[in-house]
């Protein structure tokens, strides 16, 4: 007896003919709210902690708490930026140490991302790079200078090459783990689009490892001014650095505080401007920004 399968009749109904189906069914994007806050500029935000510890100081001095033998007031440090200001001391210390800082950072970070590029891209480089570039990286750069004084003179020259040392190893170090950790299935991905080497490097490798160059350039920036202070009270004849030698030979807490303030507001500047181009050249990765 042979079996007979029934169909049963389906309807279908065109999507194109009922507008309100389309319109019901139609997929919109989830964004999740955050609730009702109030919303401060992001510049704001990061001068919150200077704004707080600016207040703190002024409130420990002015009720003495902190006498201001130890640590002069808010009032005592204006008066010395404008007796620095007035003479044209700082504003000379001011552009020697840029200058210095400007260049050493040059030089270290051509350095340092130059070695980076070859021993993360290159097997052999790796073998014939990484393993003293991490010897070296291992030295006191403080440690270095009476060498560097007696290799280089007493002139710019030691005080350069001590920033562009403090600067190269960890741009060399946060560059080159950024180039090996780039994903190995967006490498396998270009091959098979048959990319050319050159166009794999400039559109894969390194897109991939900036986040890891930009955290190298955000420390590099830190050493550069940790080396400048060092670089600039030994042996200096001018600069940020050399003012606060000065000031210690005649006792002045006053200017010395202000030119630790004025490195700090410069590292400060200079982090912020890394942090600004993160947002920038990274703006394509959505990561955690905190509640």
């Excluded at 010395?80 to 044209?88: C, D, I």
Aim: with cysteine.
């Amino acid at each position: 007896m042979a079996s007979t399968a029934t169909q049963l009749p389906v309807r279908t109904t065109s999507l194109s003919a009922r507008p309100e189906l389309v319109e019901a069914y139609s997929l919109q994007r989830i964004v999740p709210g955050r609730g009702k806050s109030l919303v401060i500029p992001w510049g704001a935000r990061k001068g919150l902690g200077p704004v707080f510890l600016a207040l703190l100081w002024w409130y420990t001095t002015t009720t003495g708490a902190i006498s201001e033998d130890f640590l002069p007031g808010p009032a005592a440090l204006w008066s010395a930026l404008q007796e620095l200001y007035t003479s044209g001391d700082l504003g000379e210390a001011l552009r020697l140490s840029l200058k210095r800082a400007s260049i050493g950072f040059g030089f270290g970070f051509v350095t340092g991302v130059g070695l980076a590029l070859i021993s993360g891209l290159l097997r052999i480089g790796e073998d014939l790079v990484d393993a003293p570039m991490q010897m070296m990286r291992t030295l006191p750069w403080a440690g270095l200078v009476p060498l560097l004084i007696i290799w280089l003179g007493i002139d710019e020259t030691p005080k350069i090459t001590l920033v562009a040392f403090a600067v190269c190893f960890p741009l060399y170090v946060n560059t080159f783990a950024g180039i090996r950790n780039v994903d190995r299935n967006l490498i396998e991905a270009a091959k098979t689009l048959q990319f050319s080497r050159t166009a794999m490097i400039f559109e894969v490798v390194l897109p991939g490892a900036l986040p890891g160059l930009l955290v190298g350039l955000r420390y590099a920036l830190g050493s550069a001014w940790l080396a400048l202070v060092f670089a600039e009270t030994v042996n200096a004849q001018g600069g940020v650095g050399y003012l606060i030698t000065h000031a210690r030979e005649v006792y002045r807490v006053d200017i010395i505080i202000l030119c630790l303030l004025i490195y700090a507001l410069l590292g400060l500047s200079a982090d912020l401007i890394v942090r600004l181009l993160e947002r920038v050249l990274l703006a394509w990765r959505q990561g955690f920004e905190g509640e």
